[in-house]
C-alpha cells in the first residue's frame, strides 16, 4: 500500500441480499466504520437494494456501487440497467467486467471498452476487474491475460480521466475457492496492471488504485494490503457479513498507518 493513493475497500454482494438484508447490514455496518476517512469504503448491492442503500448510507463514509451496467444509455435491452439510470439515484461508480460477468453472461472486452469511458461520462467511477484462469496461470499466460484485458478496457477512456479508474486484479481461480494468491503473485500482477496503466500515461500509473481481489478475509488482509502496488480489496464472500467487513476496512486503515 502506498500512503499517497488512498486505500479502497469495496464489497460485492453478488447475488445476496433483499432490501430488508441490505437495511440490516448498512445499520450493522455504519456504527462500525464510523467517519473513516483514511480508507474509501464502497458497497456494491444488487440492483433492487441500490436505492436503499444510497438512501441509508447518505453523508457516511460509505459509498454505494453497483455491480454492472450496460453500454447504451437506453434501447431494446431486456433486463439491462444504464450508466444514466445509476445516475440518477446517486449511486457513485460500478463494478465493470467481473470474471462472473463475462463468463456467465457473456460480457466482452469489446463492450467493456465502450462501458468505461460511459460510466465516467455519467459520473461513475469504474472498476475494471481483469484476471487469469487457473489454465492461464500454469500456462505461463498471465500477463498475456492481463496485458489483453486492460489495454481493451482502457482504450478509450480518455486521458485525464485514466486516474479515476480503478483496477481489480481478481485471479479467478481465487474467486470465491478460499485459495488466496501468494503475496509474491498478487504484487507481480497488480505492480504488472500498473505498468501496462504507465503505457497509457505515466502520471495516471501513480494514482490509479490497483485492488486485489480473491478469497480475501480479515486473517489474510493485512499481508495482501500491506504490498506496495496493492491500494486496496475487492471482497465478496467477507464483504456480506458486517464484522468482517469491517474489520478488513480496520485493517487497511492500520496498515495504511503504518501500524501493520
Ligand atoms: C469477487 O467476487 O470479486 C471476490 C473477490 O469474491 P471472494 O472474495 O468471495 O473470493
Redesign the pocket.
Known sequence: MNPDRTPLIAG?W?LNKTIAEAEAFIQSLLPRVGAVEDVEIVICPPFLALAAMVDSARGSAVGVYAQTMHEEDAGAYTGEVSAPMLAEIDVAGVILG?SERRQLFGETDRALQLKLPRALEAGLKPILCVGETEEERERGDTERKLRHQVQEGLEKVPGERLPEVVIAY?PIW???TGLVAKPEQAQDACAFVRALVEGFDKGAAAKVRVLY????KPENAAELLALPDVDGA?????STDPAAFAEIVEIARRVRSGAG
Do not use: Y
Request: net charge neutral.
Open positions: 460485492n453478488k467481473h481478481e481465487a474467486i470465491g481481489g480473491g478469497s480475501l475487492l471482497v465478496g464472500g467477507a
